[in-house]
């Protein structure tokens, strides 16, 4: 699976994809898909990223991706969540011009019963209880759930935005998924902006405006995210060394790396490591 294009498997009956989440310390690098994303946070808190827009997320809020809006999560700790990603053959059910369509991506809780935060916190419990309870039949009430939520959506948060917004975001999701997928497979090595820009074909300068633009960070932030994603990986499920996963996946600069890594879990690899066995 590609870094940058996120593959989504959709349910057959429902022709979407939602699951309850339990994570701990989960950072998901940046990523799109065609399918709209929709989270309601349970427990713990999350900081989100989409496009050059940040939240930081509590129990209660909900947050809606854009379909082929790149985004990337980090969720602090012990944490949980429900997902919701809805794929293009419900949304054009919306509207012609569906593919225009542009909802507001944060709604903090509310325990105003009228509030649209609200009802849509309501909606995605039922849907939790439907989707745990799988009794005959009950994938039918799910997508009536579906359907209201799309409904209050399409009513009471939505734009549209124009043709040439649309061709021209397009586009420049293009080039950018090219210099990630290149950033996916080179990795580990010394990669340089320069590199990155030439793949573009335009300068250095241009090349950071415009990854910073659509992902919210420079290429070299995004870059550290794969390698520390992969690191902690290693971290937990092996035996290796710190230093031998440090030259593996191509971190140079432990001073850097350490502070990286303190500001997405909280700790150091060592203690993290440590903290792991016990657990």
């Known amino acids: 699976m590609k870094i940058s294009h ?72 012990d944490g949980e969540y429900c997902l919701l990603q809805i794929p293009p053959a419900h949304l054009e059910r919306l509207s012609q011009e569906w593919e225009g369509l542009r909802f507001t991506e944060y709604l903090p809780h509310s325990s105003q019963k009228e509030s649209l935060s609200h009802r849509l916190a309501e909606i995605f419990r039922e849907m939790y209880r439907l989707h745990e309870e799988a009794a005959r039949g009950s994938h039918l009430l799910f997508l009536a759930q579906l359907y209201r939520l799309l409904y209050l959506l399409y009513t009471e948060n939505s734009m549209t935005v124009s043709p040439q917004f649309l061709s021209r975001n397009r586009r420049d999701l293009e080039r950018i998924e090219k210099v990630m997928n290149y950033a996916k497979a080179h990795y580990r090595e010394n990669i340089s902006i320069s590199a990155a820009a030439e793949l573009l074909s335009v300068t250095p300068e241009h090349f950071c405006r415009l990854f910073k633009k659509y992902t919210g960070h420079t290429f070299f932030t995004y870059v550290n995210q794969i390698r520390l994603m992969h690191f902690y990986q290693d971290l937990v499920n092996s035996e290796e060394s710190i230093t031998f996963l440090m030259d593996k996946h191509g971190i ?20 993290l490591r440590k903290d792991r066995r016990l657990s």
């Open 6 to 77: 996120e593959t989504i498997f959709d349910d057959d009956l429902i022709q979407l994809y939602f699951c309850y989440v339990n994570t701990s310390d989960e950072l998901l690098p940046a990523h799109w898909h065609e399918h709209l994303e929709i989270l309601f946070i349970a427990k713990g808190i999350m900081t989100a990223y989409i496009n050059d827009s940040s939240y930081s997320l509590q129990p209660g809020d909900i947050l809606l991706v854009n379909p082929r809006d790149i985004h990337y999560t980090h969720s602090h700790h």
């Open 252 to 271: 140079t600069n432990y001073k850097v790396f350490l502070k990286t890594f303190k500001e997405a879990y909280g700790t150091t690899p060592q203690r």
